[in-house]
């Protein structure tokens, strides 16, 4: 490798610093989507399971975990992907997620 090469990878900026950050609303609307995501998709495989008896057990958990993965590739950059009441309060007992957007999480998961 060339001394110009190494000084390029030396001096390339470190993208995993670079964190995008939504304002409230758009963190809610991030959580809303996602959690609509994963109860569309998962309870929509429950439904054909039990409708047309053509998916079993393993393949509703495997549509759920799909659901899941999707909505997690939509919300997680944006909101962190909760999706639930209870990981939004833990994270903020925990974690050092905000307690002024516990609220407004909570009410764009249940929504």
Same mark, same amino acid.
């Given at each position: 490798?060339?001394?110009?090469?190494?000084?390029?990878?030396?001096?390339?900026?470190?993208? +995993?610093?670079? $964190?995008? *950050?939504?304002? %409230?609303? &758009?963190?809610?609307? !991030?959580?809303?989507? @996602?959690?609509?995501?994963?109860?569309?998709?998962?309870?929509?495989?429950? +439904?054909?399971? $039990?409708? *047309?008896?053509? %998916?079993? &057990?393993?393949?509703? !958990?495997?549509?759920? @975990?799909?659901?899941?993965?999707?909505?997690?590739?939509?919300?997680?950059?944006?909101?962190?992907?909760?999706?639930?009441?209870?990981?939004?309060?833990?994270? !903020?007992?925990?974690?050092?997620?905000?307690?002024?957007?516990?609220?407004?999480?909570?009410?764009?998961?249940?929504?």
């Amino acid at each position: 490798m060339s001394r110009a090469a190494i000084a390029e990878v030396e001096e390339a900026p470190d993208k +995993a610093n670079n $964190v995008y *950050t939504a304002s %409230l609303a &758009g963190q809610c609307l !991030a959580e809303f989507v @996602g959690t609509f995501i994963v109860i569309l998709i998962g309870d929509g495989a429950v +439904a054909a399971a $039990v409708m *047309t008896n053509q %998916l079993d &057990g393993w393949g509703v !958990a495997m549509m759920w @975990g799909l659901a899941v993965t999707f909505g997690i590739y939509v919300a997680g950059p944006v909101s962190g992907a909760h999706f639930n009441p209870a990981v939004t309060i833990t994270m !903020a007992v925990f974690r050092d997620f905000p307690r002024n957007r516990i609220l407004p999480f909570i009410l764009s998961q249940i929504a």
